[in-house]
């Protein structure tokens, strides 16, 4: 016995590190000697034998301690099908619409995928029309339609119990559901550290904005043991519903990421990064498609707690999921996110809506993936005259990513003039922002 306690201590010291500034830790830390946060309580002995698992921690399996953790949730929870594979398995091809990077073949991915455990996770169901659900004010609301669902989150329409314009779609809200203690617990965390309606308004003012694309959190609460929800003011479609498999007009891409940038300068400047940039998290204001909503927080990371930027080093964070497609360098390399992953993954964004082509999309190998990105982002130059073809490429396009390539790991972006440049291109084209978007 006291043998096989030795075995497991150093299995702790080896692999566990702090989950917010990547430092190695002893097992029987409690907090991080280097950054002082709070380290999230070890799951249940069949993580710590490696044995396969789906993703997300079940409430009856968490200390109550583990719910003040802030970052905890930012790092060490990766997809369920991110179990530690014998290495006659390593090699399979992977997911390609949402893929952990954890199952590809190189050695560093594999030594992440034995330093980062998967979790458990809580059978979603689905809720009955009619079903009523009350937020921690007190507030009532009914289920009216499920409008998405994934493996791990249901998205509902509901309305407020009680409005007088309960059947109108002004009152409508949505209402993001799922495991007590999984990635929705890191959003909630997000939306109330980061997010907070107050700080954002005061932001539009001190910036001189007309808006900002935060989806604002009319409330949250608990339902039964096992789920969380959020409640969000309606804010129209997903722009792969809007686009419908149509490739966008460079003027409509222009102008989509300047909002964008907006909303990443915003978060950016509270500590965070959103680290999941895609179409499927970009929303349209039905009848106002001037309003561009950046949503899907449940990834987002604080890279600079305190003001301190986490540091550089490769293999060192668990690799988060997401499109293959979009994700960063740095998501590869198992760095930490920071500002310029998030304005990579955009600029990845704006290639694909314009042109549908992206020079790695019919890979499925997360490390050649990499290694085509790393050569193009060497080469932007090459990257355009790849998608664009025998077109005639955008020389905002080229600006915007030649100085994202040059970015360094905690280098301040520099969002006024890459908006300027990019807005000025969009007047070339004769468009404005406050024009409605062109589908």
Not at 170 to 179: D, F, H, T
Not at 187 to 199: G, I, K, T
Not at 217 to 233: E, P, V
Request: glycine share 6%.
């Amino acid at each position: 016995m006291e043998a096989s306690n030795l075995h497991w201590t150093k299995q702790r010291v080896t692999f566990r590190f702090c989950p917010q500034c990547g430092t190695k830790l002893q097992s029987d830390f409690k907090f991080c000697p280097s950054c002082g946060k709070k380290i999230p309580c070890s799951a249940d002995p069949s993580e710590r034998e490696g044995t396969s698992a789906p993703t997300n921690i079940s409430p009856s399996k968490v200390d109550e301690a583990c719910k003040d953790s802030i970052d905890s949730q930012d790092s060490t929870e990766v997809r369920g099908k991110a179990r530690l594979l014998p290495p006659v398995e390593q090699g399979e091809k992977s997911d390609k619409a949402t893929v952990d990077i954890a199952t590809g073949s190189s050695p560093k991915s594999k030594a992440l995928s034995k330093a980062k455990k998967p979790k458990h996770t809580v059978a979603l169901e689905t809720l009955e029309n009619g079903t009523e659900m009350t937020d921690m004010t007190g507030r009532k609301w009914t289920v009216m339609q499920l409008l998405s669902q994934s493996m791990t989150e249901f998205v509902y329409q509901v309305v407020e119990k009680g409005s007088k314009k309960s059947s109108s779609s002004e009152s409508s809200y949505i209402l993001k559901m799922g495991a007590k203690d999984g990635r929705i617990f890191n959003e909630q965390n997000f939306l109330q550290r980061a997010a907070r309606p107050s700080s954002v308004k005061k932001w539009i003012k001190q910036q001189n904005m007309d808006l900002l694309g935060i989806p604002s959190c009319a409330g949250f609460g608990f339902y039964t043991d096992s789920y969380r929800f959020l409640i969000f003011s309606s804010i129209g479609q997903s722009l792969p519903s809007v686009m419908q498999d149509k490739l966008l007009p460079e003027k409509t891409v222009l102008h989509l990421t300047c909002r964008l940038l907006d909303v990443l300068h915003y978060i950016h400047s509270n500590e965070y990064v959103h680290c999941d940039v895609k179409a499927e998290n970009i929303y349209i204001l039905s009848g106002q498609a001037t309003q561009v909503y950046l949503v899907g927080y449940s990834h987002a990371f604080r890279y600079c707690p305190s003001g301190q930027h986490v540091e550089y080093s490769e293999g060192r964070r668990a690799l988060p999921e997401g499109s293959l497609d979009f994700i960063s360098l740095d998501a590869h390399k198992g760095v930490a996110q920071s500002r310029r992953s998030d304005l990579q993954s955009l600029g990845y964004c704006m290639l694909h809506w314009h042109t549908g082509v992206l020079p790695w999309s019919t890979l499925t190998n997360p490390d050649k993936v990499a290694a085509l990105k790393q050569r193009y982002m060497d080469d932007v130059p090459a990257l355009l005259s790849h998608c664009f073809g025998q077109k005639r490429d955008s020389s905002a396009f080229l600006s915007y990513l030649t100085a994202v390539a040059n970015l360094q790991y905690t280098e301040q972006p520099n969002y006024s003039e890459l908006r300027a440049k990019l807005s000025a291109a969009l007047s070339q084209l004769s468009g404005h922002l406050d024009e409605p978007l062109v589908f």
